[in-house]
Nanobody, 119 residues
Framework: QVQLVESGGGSVQAGGSLRLSCAAS????????MGWFRQTPGKQRELVAT??????TNYGDFVKGRFTISSDVKNTVDLQMNDLKPEDTAVYYC??????????????WGPGTQVTVSS
C-alpha cells in the first residue's frame, strides 16, 4: 500500500498564501494521477486539483486561477494556494491513483492537513 505524507498546512490571513506538498512512498509501477481534495465538517469531500501522468490538470470551479498544482519531482505533488479566502478553510487531503502492475488500479489518501484562513 502506498503511503502519502502531507506537509505545508497551517493558518493564514485572508489574501495570504500557502503551499501544500505531498510525497508518496511504497512500490509504484506507474502513477496515473495525483491531487488534492478538501473537506469541511458536514460536507462531502470535493476536488481541489489533480494532475495526471500526462500533465493534464483539473481544478475545482471555486479555484478560479488562485491555486496551481504541480508535480515536478517524482512521486510528489504540490499545491500553491494564493489569495486564500476564509471559505478555503478545510482539511486538505492528498490523493494518488497508481498501478502496481500493468493492469492494476489502486488509490490512496493521505491523513489530511488543516488549512485555516482567517478574515
Amino acid at each position: 500500500q502506498v503511503q502519502l505524507v502531507e506537509s505545508g498546512g497551517g493558518s493564514v490571513q485572508a489574501g495570504g498564501s500557502l503551499r501544500l506538498s505531498c510525497a508518496a512512498s511504497g512500490y509504484i509501477f506507474k502513477i496515473n494521477a495525483m491531487g488534492w481534495f478538501r473537506q469541511t465538517p458536514g460536507k462531502q469531500r470535493e476536488l481541489v486539483a489533480t494532475v495526471t501522468s500526462g500533465a493534464e490538470t483539473n481544478y475545482g470551479d471555486f479555484v478560479k486561477g488562485r491555486f496551481t498544482i504541480s508535480s515536478d519531482v517524482k512521486n510528489t505533488v504540490d499545491l500553491q494556494m494564493n489569495d486564500l479566502k476564509p471559505e478555503d478553510t478545510a482539511v486538505y487531503y492528498c490523493y494518488i491513483r497508481y498501478s502496481t502492475a500493468l493492469w492494476s488500479d489502486n488509490s490512496s489518501w493521505g491523513p489530511g492537513t488543516q488549512v485555516t484562513v482567517s478574515s
